[in-house]
């Protein structure tokens, strides 16, 4: 419990084991004629008394408690001193009377300190470090902060009141050295601040080991599929001393001879749920003859749907981690399209949330989870992956000297068009061939139709003749079905070309034909041939009227035969 506000005078922190002395009075107590030493520790809720005097008879010298059966020194000053033990944390009261009524009385806030660190000195690189600083009583605790050897801060958190714990994840022979904690506790005078320190050193010549790997592996056993090791046994980066393998609802190995042969020294335990556990104490010589066992009438179907993924390219997907609250988290990675030939991993993640350092080699990967201590929940691992990004990966998260893994399989699909004059080219490619059960192209609306199509490893590609007709037009899907039943697909749409259609200007802006479109196209049409057909007519007209003048004019001219302009005698123009 956490106490705010508090009755004590003056605050003394020691650690745990070692000489303390409690202060009474600032001088000798030459007027005092009795004084009463009291306690109330951090467990308790009333004053006990511890030892009372007469300063008369002389109070230096070692007194023996009548309530605890401890012997304690006291001084001129009346100061109280004794080696502190774990309980002894809490408040002292020290009574000064004089003829019988209170003179002075002083309170004693009394703070023991248990630093701890682990593991236990000499450290191998590698380890997971804990420093923790532990106050009793705990409600004198108004804060605290660890401090490297060169006096940056650490991330401290409060693991239960009174405790402050900061770790080195993957320690380093560069991390040796002081660490300090900065400890603050209530007083009336603000926060007094204490400081202790504590020394770390790490080892060179000896690398941790992890004897706890827990393996989420996700496996089910089943008779007479193919098994695959790789899905079985993981974490193969760190010297093993014993293995855990947790399985989910699945029948657990068979009691028959080759059963008790494979899991001598081992212990296999199962759930009310189905699910069983299995312990190899020495997995490096045991494995061999498991697998052995499990391939005598069964088999391992790799990793179920929590082990498998697959994606289009490009989209999202989660890679889970084991659910586990850690302190460090790696991802490695291995080539797809490997999954026999037993490469070696590629590191491409590395999340220290202690530190709050991050080193990637990948940086579409983006850690999902907690990202300090202080933060609850597990990880998980977001990618938005090409092909290449397929493959096999696994999360490992480290908590103190355990280590948790998961593998996961992540198989992508990615398709392409490609069109020529003649033909337009649908293709699909995935990578990650290990979980691939099918592949094929299909018509959605005509899924009998059979497409003929070209295969390569790892690629499928169909050719859609051009132009595009009825029958060709349509979703065009390619599907692959994973061997654990689930199903991945690339659709593609293949549209008629448009009908061709006259657009109109109006106002400046382009629209299709109205319904009055073949009155105006008619009335276009009818304009230019009347205008033609009316100047045919005049053309004409005009033609026989000068024929017709000209004639009659001649006419005149030889009947006549003495006027030659008729405009001259309006007489013969009248006849």
Known sequence: MWVVANNWTDVVMVKEGTLVTLPCSDGPAKLTERVTWMVMRSDQTRWTSLLSFNTSTGPAGKLLSSTSSRTFEVFEDVSLQFTATATDGGRYSCLMQQRGGKLNERIILLA???????????????????????????????????????????????????TLLTKLPQVRLEDKGLYTCNIHIHSQNGKAEYSHTLAVTVNATKVATFPNITYTCGV?????????????????????????????????????????????????????????????????????TLLGFLGYGAGVEGPGPTGSRASLSHLAVTLPCPPVY???????????????????????????????????????????????????????????????????????????????????????????????????NLTCMYTERSQVKLATWTHLERPDCQLPMKAKLGMLTISVSLPVTSETAGQYACTLELKNKQKLRYTYTVTLPPAVSVLYVQGGRVS????????????????????????????????????????????????????????????????
């Not at 006096?151 to 693991?159: E, F, K, Q």
């Not at 276009?524 to 205008?531: G, M, N, R």
Request: negative net charge.
């Open 112 to 162: 023991l300190l248990k630093l701890t660190l682990a593991p236990a000195p000499s450290i191998p690189v590698g380890s997971t470090v804990r420093l923790t600083a532990q106050v009793s009583p705990s409600y004198a605790v108004a804060g605290g902060m660890w401090l490297s050897p060169t006096g940056v801060p650490l991330l401290t958190v409060v693991t239960a009141p009174g």
């Open 220 to 288: 089910n056993v089943r008779d007479g599929e193919e098994r695959d090791t790789d899905d079985l046994l993981s974490c193969p980066h760190y010297p093993l001393q014993g293995l855990a393998i947790r399985c989910g609802a699945v029948p657990k190995p068979g009691s028959d001879a080759a059963a008790q042969d494979a899991l001598d020294g081992s212990s296999v335990e199962g759930g009310e749920d189905g699910r069983w556990e299995m312990c190899l104490p020495q997995p490096s010589q045991e494995v061999g």
């Open 326 to 424: 850690g302190d460090f988290v790696r991802l490695y990675k291995w080539r797809p399209n490997q999954h026999n030939s037993k490469p070696d991993p590629e590191l491409v993640f590395q999340f220290d949330r202690w530190r709050n350092h991050t080193n990637k080699t990948k940086s579409h990967l983006q850690l999902l989870g907690p990202s300090s201590s202080e933060a609850g929940g597990t990880y998980s691992f977001l990618v938005r992956p090409a092909l290449v990004d397929a493959g096999r990966y696994q999360c490992e998260v480290f908590l103190d000297d355990v280590v948790s893994c998961q593998s996961t399989t992540l198989t992508v699909l990615h398709g392409s068009t490609k069109s020529s004059p003649s033909s337009l």
């Open 512 to 575: 299709e034909p109205s319904a009055l479109s073949p009155l105006l196209s008619l009335l276009f049409f009818l304009v230019p041939v009347v205008a033609v057909a009316v100047g045919v007519l005049l053309w004409r007209q005009g033609r026989c009227s000068s024929r017709r003048n000209v004639d009659v004019e001649h006419t005149l001219s030889h009947c006549s035969g003495e006027v030659e302009n008729i405009y001259e005698n309006p007489e013969d123009l009248r006849q």
